[in-house]
C-alpha cells in the first residue's frame, strides 16, 4: 500500500532562513503523483505543486522549490528565505494510477517562522 | 479558478442532532468529490469518496449509516453527520478533483467545517 512519511513533526526557523521539509513515499506503482500542500492556520488547504512519476525535474516557483528524487523516493520542498507567512502545516501527499481515488497525505510538518 | 466552498464553516449543535455540511465547486465540474476527517495536529484522514449520481464509497471504518454523502451534481456534495456525539468533533474537509475524473487529477479542497458537538 502507499505510504507517506513526514518525520519532521515540527520546525522552527528565523526568518530569512532557508528550510526543507522532507517527504519520503512508498508505492508500488511506476505511474503517481505527488503532491505539496500548505495549511495554514485559516484550515484552508493550499495547492501547492503536482508532479508526476516520470518528470525529476526540480521546479522552482518563487522562494519554493521541489526536489523529486526516485531513487530516494523522496519529494522534498525548500522554502527559501523564509518569511513569517509561510508559518502552517505543510503535507506531502501520493496518489496512485491504479489505485483510483486514493490520495495519501503524509503526517504534515509545522513550519514555525519567527521574526 | 478551481474555488472549492464549504458551507457552513463552523458548527456547533447539541448531541443528537443531525448536521449537513455542503461542499461546492464554484468554477469547474466536478465528477469527483472527497470528504477528509482531520483530528488536531493529525493529518487528513479519508472518509468517503463520492461521485456524482452513485453512491459514496466509503473507507473502511467509516460509518455509512453514520456519514451520509450525497452527490446531487457536477457542483455540489453533501455530507450530513447523523445522531452527532460529542466523539463526531473535527475539522470536516472536503476536495473536489478537477480535469477529466482521472485518478491523478489534482484535488482542490474546500476551507474546512469545524464541527463542535456538545
Known amino acids: 500500500a502507499q505510504k507517506v512519511t513526514q518525520a519532521q513533526t515540527e520546525i522552527s526557523v528565523v526568518e530569512k532562513e532557508d528550510v526543507t521539509l522532507d517527504c519520503v513515499y512508498e508505492t508500488r506503482d511506476t505511474t503517481y503523483y505527488l503532491f505539496w500542500y500548505k495549511q495554514p492556520p485559516s484550515g484552508e488547504l493550499v495547492f501547492l505543486i503536482r508532479?508526476?512519476?516520470?518528470?525529476?525535474q526540480n521546479e522552482i516557483s518563487g522562494r519554493y522549490s521541489w526536489n523529486f528524487q526516485k531513487s530516494t523516493s523522496s519529494f522534498n520542498f525548500t522554502i527559501t528565505a523564509s518569511q513569517v507567512v509561510d508559518s502552517a502545516v505543510y503535507f506531502c501527499?501520493?496518489?496512485?494510477?491504479?489505485?483510483?481515488?486514493?490520495?495519501?497525505f503524509g503526517a504534515g510538518t509545522r513550519l514555525t517562522v519567527k521574526p | 479558478g478551481a474555488v472549492v466552498s464549504q458551507h457552513p464553516s463552523r458548527v456547533i449543535c447539541k448531541s443528537g442532532t443531525s448536521v449537513k455540511i455542503e461542499c461546492r465547486s464554484l468554477?469547474?465540474?466536478?465528477?469527483?468529490m472527497f470528504w477528509y476527517r482531520q483530528f488536531p495536529k493529525k493529518s487528513l484522514m479519508l472518509m468517503a469518496t463520492s461521485n456524482e449520481g452513485s453512491k459514496a464509497t466509503y473507507e473502511q471504518g467509516v460509518e455509512k449509516d453514520k456519514f451520509l454523502i450525497n452527490h446531487a451534481s457536477l457542483t455540489l456534495s453533501t455530507l450530513t453527520v447523523t445522531s452527532a456525539h460529542p466523539e463526531d468533533s473535527s475539522f470536516y474537509i472536503c476536495s473536489a478533483r478537477m480535469g477529466r475524473g482521472r485518478s491523478t487529477d489534482t484535488q482542490y479542497f474546500g476551507p474546512g467545517t469545524r464541527l463542535t458537538v456538545l
Open positions: 468554477d469547474f465540474q466536478a465528477t469527483t
Open positions: 508532479r508526476n512519476s516520470f518528470d525529476e
Open positions: 501527499a501520493l496518489s496512485e494510477a491504479y489505485n483510483n481515488n486514493d490520495m495519501r
